[in-house]
């Protein structure tokens, strides 16, 4: 079992930066592949980023360039670094681990973002 635990979601200004931390407990962390995806009001979940055991990346278009996703073993947490934040990045931000990329067993309780001036 995995427990995730999000943190560092507010409100920011159009053009600002968030970090988004997920702390992870209760089993070998370095195993699984992680995760971020958000939920805007009305639409479905979307993939944000993932990172990999090994530390391979991927992000969403929509995010490419201003988002980054990486890992520390050591502390079992993962983060996301928001840069350059539109109001289209307004969301439910959600952390998730699993075994691989895609096979996804855990998720957190999911952290609010809102971009706005």
């Known amino acids: 079992q995995v427990q995730l635990v999000e943190s560092g979601g507010g409100l920011v200004q159009p053009g600002g930066s968030l970090r988004l931390s997920c702390a992870a407990s209760?089993?070998?962390?370095?195993?699984?592949?992680m995760g971020w995806y958000r939920q805007a009001p009305g639409k479905q979940r979307e993939l944000v980023a993932t990172?990999?055991?090994?530390?391979?990346?991927n992000y969403a278009d929509s995010v490419k360039g201003r988002f980054g996703i990486s890992r520390d073993n050591a502390k079992m947490t993962v983060y996301l670094q928001m840069n350059s934040l539109k109001p289209e990045d307004t969301a439910v931000y959600y952390c998730?681990?699993?075994?691989?990329?895609?096979?996804?067993?855990?998720w957190g309780q999911g952290t609010q973002v809102t971009v706005s001036s």
């Open positions: 990172i990999t055991n090994g530390g391979r990346t």
């Open positions: 998730n681990a699993g075994p691989d990329v895609g096979q996804w067993s855990y």
């Open positions: 209760g089993s070998i962390f370095s195993i699984y592949a």
